[in-house]
C-alpha cells in the first residue's frame, strides 16, 4: 500500500510509521508492482519501447515517463508524477533517482548508460552471490557482467543472500576484497542503497565466504 501523510510524506504501510495517521491513497500494493516493474523495464531495459529519450547517464523526463505510461497502459491514464515520486522515495532498494525533472534507475541496466555515480565510501568488503555449480569457476576465473552492463555486488552478506536466492533457494557467497581492487585502480560506484557496480573483479580479489564468519 502506498499512501502520503501530510507531515511526513510518502510511505508504504497501512499508517503512516511517524505518526500513524492514515493518510492519503495512492495505490494499492497491485498497482505498486505492476508500475514498479514498468518503471525498472523502461529505466533499464528498453526506453524505446515507450518511445522515450534517454541521455548517456540514464535519464529520462519525469513528465515524459508518465504520459508514456498513461498512453500505453490504459489502466494507469490516473498515474502523475506524485505517483512515480513517490515511488522513487519509498523504494527500499534505492533503484531509482530523481533529479532536475527526470529519472533514472541506480542500477541493473542491460543498455549501455555512464552511471555517474559516487566512488566514495565504498565499504572495504563487498559480496557476490552465486551457486554451488559456479562458485568455483568464479574462483577461478574472476567476476564479469552476464545479463547486466555491470557486475553488481552487495554491500552485506545478509544483502547478497537475499539477492542470491532470486536463483537458488541456498546460494553461495564469495567475498570481495573491495579496498585492494581499488588500490589497484578498479573503480567501484554505490548504486542504489546498498549496491555497488564495477565493470569487472579479477579472481585475487575474490574468495569464499562462510556464513559463521560473515560480517
Known amino acids: 500500500m502506498l499512501r502520503e501523510c501530510r507531515t511526513h510524506g510518502y510511505f508504504r504501510d497501512n499508517v503512516c510509521p511517524s505518526c500513524s495517521a492514515e493518510g492519503r491513497f495512492l495505490m494499492n500494493d497491485r498497482e505498486l508492482e505492476q508500475i514498479g516493474r514498468t518503471m525498472a523495464g523502461v529505466l533499464r ?38 505517483h512515480i515520486m513517490a515511488i522513487i522515495e519509498t ?61 553488481h555486488l552487495s554491500g552485506s552478506y545478509e544483502i547478497a543472500t537475499e539477492a542470491g536466492k532470486v536463483r537458488v533457494s541456498d546460494p553461495v557467497i564469495l567475498k570481495i576484497d573491495a579496498k585492494k581492487a581499488i588500490t589497484k585502480g578498479f ?11 564495477t565493470e569487472a573483479v579479477p579472481h585475487q580479489f575474490i574468495s569464499m565466504e562462510e556464513e559463521s564468519g560473515k560480517e
Open 187 to 197: 573503480v567501484i560506484k554505490k548504486a542504489g542503497k546498498s549496491i555497488f557496480l
Open 45 to 82: 531495459h528498453f526506453p524505446e519501447r515507450f518511445s522515450l529519450k534517454m541521455n548517456e547517464h540514464g535519464w529520462v523526463d519525469l513528465m515524459d515517463f508518465v504520459t508514456a505510461l498513461q498512453i500505453r497502459q490504459n489502466k494507469f491514464r490516473w498515474i502523475r508524477m506524485h
Open 91 to 151: 523504494d527500499p532498494k534505492g533503484r531509482y533517482e530523481f533529479k532536475d525533472g527526470s529519472i533514472r534507475a541506480t542500477y541493473g541496466h542491460s543498455i549501455n548508460v555512464d552511471l555517474d555515480l559516487s566512488t566514495e565510501n565504498i565499504p572495504s568488503i563487498l559480496y557476490y552471490p552465486t551457486t554451488k555449480e559456479e562458485v568455483n569457476i568464479l574462483l577461478e576465473t574472476g567476476l564479469k557482467p552476464s545479463d547486466r552492463k555491470m557486475v
